[in-house]
């Protein structure tokens, strides 16, 4: 299996990884209290980073990355935002002027109710 997982600063490249995406998954990693970075996957096995404020080190231009997934991304209708525990990450983009706009599938809350039966300590899933 081959990955192809990048990172880029070049918002030409996150253009061309995301031209003709049908669906994107996001995660924030909890544990900071601001975004420091954007992860983006577009179909399996491959994946780009954005780096927005890291410390020394080259980040990409935070207002036009993050106006460019506004609109081509977050806030426009006919792409598919599939995000795990949407309610948390939805108040980081939220802070930041963004608007998550349907459709949204939250994985967190699917898999709640997939597995609303079963018990936590049996669970193989």
Same mark, same amino acid.
């Given at each position: 299996m081959e990955l192809n $997982?990048?990172?880029?600063?070049?918002?030409?490249?996150?253009?061309? $990884?995301?031209?003709?995406?049908?669906?994107?998954?996001?995660a924030l990693d909890p544990h900071k209290p601001h975004i420091v970075g954007i992860s983006l996957a577009v179909t399996a096995e491959t994946g780009i980073y954005l780096p927005l404020a890291h410390d020394g080190c080259a980040n990409t231009d935070r207002k036009r990355v993050l106006d460019y997934l506004r609109n081509r991304v977050f806030e426009h209708s006919t792409v598919l935002k599939i995000v795990h525990n949407l309610c948390f990450e939805a108040k980081f983009l939220l802070a930041l002027g963004i608007v998550l706009v349907h459709p949204v599938y939250d994985t967190m809350a699917a898999a709640q109710l997939v597995l609303k039966d079963e018990n936590p300590s049996t669970a193989t899933g």
């Open positions: $997982y990048k990172m880029t600063r070049d918002l030409s490249v996150l253009a061309d $990884y995301l031209q003709g995406a049908t669906d994107l998954d996001a």
